[in-house]
């Protein structure tokens, strides 16, 4: 099986502006995650779509949504750029969701915001 | 409140030698835990995962970790360091009655000496 793919891989924007990036998860897989990892704030959880839902959602502004679709690729967008906002987007998918599920990650999208 | 600490930031050892990497977490309810591993500009990878099974995990690469609920521990060793294990690794510790589901630790890296 093809692993989980995300797109673009890397991607530079400006301030203010609004970027998506896009995840396709591993075919079958109905579960996909968020994480956002930077140097100083190590790997955070960002949210977690399931069946096209928002399952659960981490302690960020709402500059930064997502949504899912019926084919469970999942997009996540962030509005009006910050210079902090660069980082390591990863993204992971898993069969259902639930805490003992095993998550598989993809290479993940790197952001730097000028 | 789930957290999880990495105690070492950064770990040395030279190849053909034990490798340990100490994890300690605190949850409210039975959790799963997880080690992944990232290689430089890669994703993460799983090495093994608890859930309340054995208390003794086995994982890829040689890799196990013990899950000790009175020490709140789940320290990741291998007998035999070998020069790819050079990566960061990832203690996770996942909560069912958590928002956040996902709590990683801040990361060790694993440093390997010819």
């Known amino acids: 099986k093809a692993g989980v793919t995300q797109t673009p891989r890397y991607l530079i924007k400006t301030r203010g502006q609004q970027v998506t990036l896009s995840c396709s998860p591993i075919s079958g897989h109905r579960s996909v995650s968020w994480y956002q990892q930077t140097p100083g704030q190590g790997l955070q959880f960002l949210f977690e779509?399931?069946?096209?839902?928002?399952?659960n959602k981490g302690n960020f502004p709402g500059r930064f949504s997502g949504r899912q679709f019926s084919n469970s690729r999942s997009e996540m967008n962030v509005s009006t750029l910050e210079l902090g906002d660069s980082a390591l987007y990863l993204c992971?998918?898993?069969?259902?969701?639930?805490?003992?599920?095993?998550?598989?990650f993809g290479p993940g999208t790197r952001l730097l915001v000028l | 409140a789930q957290s999880v600490t990495q105690l070492d930031s950064h770990v040395s050892v030279s190849e053909g030698t034990p490798v340990l990497l100490r994890c300690n977490y605190s949850s409210s309810y039975s959790p799963s835990l997880f080690w992944y591993v990232q290689h430089p500009n890669k994703g993460l990878q799983l090495l093994l995962k608890y859930t309340s099974a054995a208390t003794l995990v086995k994982g890829i690469n040689g890799f196990e970790a013990e899950f000790k609920k009175s020490e709140t521990s789940f320290h990741l060793t291998k007998p035999s360091a070998h020069m790819s294990d050079a990566a960061e690794y990832f203690c996770?510790?996942?909560?069912?009655?958590?928002?956040?589901?996902?709590?990683f630790g801040s990361g060790t890296r694993l440093s390997i000496r010819p």
């Open positions: 779509y399931f069946s096209e839902t928002q399952r």
């Open positions: 996770v510790v996942s909560e069912a009655s958590s928002a956040s589901k996902i709590i």
């Open positions: 992971a998918s898993s069969p259902i969701t639930g805490e003992q599920e095993t998550q598989y």
